[in-house]
């Protein structure tokens, strides 16, 4: 089992900047990792993939250009680089591991989730 916990999130004015953290319990070199975010009303969605046996990179693409998903299997952590934030990011981000051999880029391939972190981009 893994368990994970998101850091990291906060308030910030448009076109800021803020670095999300995921810190893991277990090792998490058989996963792929992934953050996905939920906004009030609204359905949860994905917003960045990286994924297992450096198989490349997935971003939603109205986030491409601007967050940048990384991974350190060594140090069992994954964080996601977001700058140019826009009002329209302001979610909770959720971090989230994937154990399946496929490119898994919607929420019901994740096997483990964290408790997620608030973002809120003022504009």
């Known amino acids: 089992q893994v368990q994970l916990v998101e850091s990291g999130g906060g308030l910030v004015q448009d076109g800021g900047s803020l670095r999300l953290s995921c810190a893991a319990s277990g090792r998490i070199s058989s996963y792929s990792m992934g953050w996905f975010r939920q906004a009030p009303g609204k359905e949860r969605e994905v917003v960045a993939v990286?994924?297992?046996?450096?198989?490349?990179?997935y971003y939603r693409d109205s986030v491409k250009g601007r967050f940048t998903i990384s991974r350190d299997n060594a140090e069992n952590t994954v964080w996601m680089q977001m700058n140019n934030l826009k009002p329209e990011d302001t979610a909770v981000y959720y971090c989230?591991?994937?154990?399946?051999?496929?490119?898994?880029?919607?929420?019901?391939?994740?096997?483990?989730w964290g408790q997620g972190t608030q973002v809120t981009v003022s504009s």
């Open positions: 989230a591991a994937a154990l399946t051999l496929g490119l898994p880029t919607t929420a019901q391939w994740y096997d483990y």
């Open positions: 990286i994924f297992r046996s450096d198989r490349g990179t």
